[in-house]
Structures are given as structure tokens and as C-alpha cells.
């Protein structure tokens, strides 16, 4: 297998908890164990979480899909990714949600290796349906497009038309085993997620109250 230089660059502060970022922070280690050389090109609030990060700047909330999302969208951190990416010699460029304001449609827009693109976002997005036709040419541009679920994919599709190969998020098994673990005999609830408002954690402890016990 031929090793790969690959930059993976995510709209997301990859220093703040989520999904997309645990995605690429999972995804980069794996690719650096087997062997190809991966750096991480992000917004970053405080240290890097990995010494592979190249961080480009602070994060501004913004409002987006239901929740906050850590974005950083300002001239200066499109001036660090095109340095970042300018600096190396990658042989593919990833980028999570693509067309995400910030350093992943910067990216998008440079062009400087074939690129791949991974959606994300599921449901509904009121981005997309304003902007179909500017979220159509930059889709246009991506060399392959993945999504992480069918419903990705139906999302991306619906707006942005194209063809997508639907590759599931991945799980570090290893890093989330425990030898401590009690085993129980009642039944037990398994909450995953992040403890936010829209993952519902909440109305999950609220309908403990009416389970029998």
C-alpha cells in the first residue's frame, strides 16, 4: 500500500467536543497507525489536542443545525489554511462538511490536490436550500463525495445532487474498553452522546421519573 500524505481539515474547533471532530481526530490517528503521514488542519481554542494539529485560530459560535457550532470563518484563518496547505506537499486533501464556512471551503476553493469531501449533516439544512447553487458549484469541485449515513446522503443529494459513497463513522474500539466494568442484573439505559439540548439527555432523566421500578 502506498503511503499517502493527507491533510484533514475540519470548519470545527478541534479543540471543543463533538462529532465531527471526534470523527476526524479518530480518523487521523488510524490513518497515522497504519502508516500515512496525516495532519489536522482546524480552528483550535486553547492547546491542540494531538501533536499532528496545525491549529488556524480561535473559534466564533455560530448558530447551525439546531446547535452552536465553533466556526471560524475570518480572513485570518483562511490565510493560515492556504499557508498550511501551501507549506506541504499533500497527496489528498480531506475535508469534513466541505462547504461549511472557513478553512474547509478555503480549502475547497485552492484546489491544490485531489479532494474529498464528507458530509455529515443529516435532516434538514436552511443553508443549502438558500444557498442551492453556490452549495452546487463548491460541491462540484470535490474530486469524491462520502457520506457518514443514509441520511447524509439523502440531505446532500436532495440539494447538492451528485453521487456519494456512504462510509460509517468509525469507533476506536480500544480506546473506550474498561476492565472496571460492573456488570449489572436490571435493566440498564445507555445514553451516547453529547450533553447538549438537542441529544436529549435531558428528557431522558425527566422520563426516568414515570419508568417503574
Known sequence: MDMLRVAMVSPYSIS???????????????????????R?????????????????????PASANG????????PSAALRTIRALNDEAFDVIHLHE???????VTALLLQLAPTVGTF??????????VLTKTARWGADHLSTR?????AARELAERYLGGKYTILF????IDRYRRSDVKRVDQPTIFFCGRY?????????????RYVPR
Open 120 to 129: 455529515h449533516s443529516a435532516g434538514e439544512s436552511a443553508a443549502y436550500r
Open 196 to 208: 447538549e439540548p438537542r441529544k436529549g439527555l435531558e428528557t431522558l432523566l425527566e422520563a426516568m
Open 169 to 172: 463513522n468509525g469507533i476506536e
Open 98 to 104: 466541505p462547504l461549511v464556512p472557513g478553512p474547509t
Open 67 to 74: 446547535s452552536v457550532a465553533p466556526l471560524a470563518p475570518d
Open 146 to 150: 462520502v457520506a457518514v449515513s443514509e
Open 16 to 38: 471543543i467536543p463533538g462529532g465531527v471532530q471526534a470523527q476526524v481526530l479518530g480518523l487521523a490517528r488510524e490513518m497515522r497507525r497504519l502508516g500515512h503521514e496525516v
Open 40 to 60: 489536522v488542519l482546524a480552528p483550535c481554542d486553547g492547546p491542540p489536542p494531538e501533536p499532528f494539529v496545525t491549529p488556524l485560530g480561535n473559534s466564533l
